[in-house]
């Protein structure tokens, strides 16, 4: 079984910065892509960022230009850079690991708090 364990998160002044770090306990082979999700207080899990095994790069329209993605195939590991941080970003941070045949695993989650 696959864990994928988070780190990074803490509280933050608004403008401040955090990096989220995401690593796989093992090697995963054909990754499809690599991702961060959000899930505010009182709101569904939505879609951060994702980096796929072409390095190709998606951001929600809310990040864009703030927080940058990246990863570590060697690692598999994948790190979510946020930057000029607001409130509104105040979430439990997931990373997600899917593969091309499916499988798809989560982490546990890691707290971001922005305060204003």
């Known amino acids: 079984q696959v864990q994928l364990v988070e780190s990074g998160g803490g509280l933050v002044q608004a403008g401040g910065s955090l990096r989220l770090s995401c690593a796989a306990s093992r090697i995963i082979i054909n990754i499809n892509y690599m991702g961060w999700h959000r899930q505010a207080p009182g709101k569904q899990r939505e879609l951060v960022s994702i980096i796929t095994s072409g390095n190709y790069t998606n951001y929600a329209d809310s990040v864009k230009g703030r927080f940058t993605i990246s990863r570590d195939n060697g690692k598999n590991t994948v790190y979510l850079q946020m930057n000029s941080l607001k409130p509104e970003d105040t979430a439990v941070y997931y990373c997600?690991?899917?593969?091309?045949?499916?499988?798809?695993?989560w982490g546990q989650g890691t707290q971001v708090t922005v305060s204003s």
């Open positions: 997600n690991i899917r593969t091309k045949g499916g499988d798809a695993y």
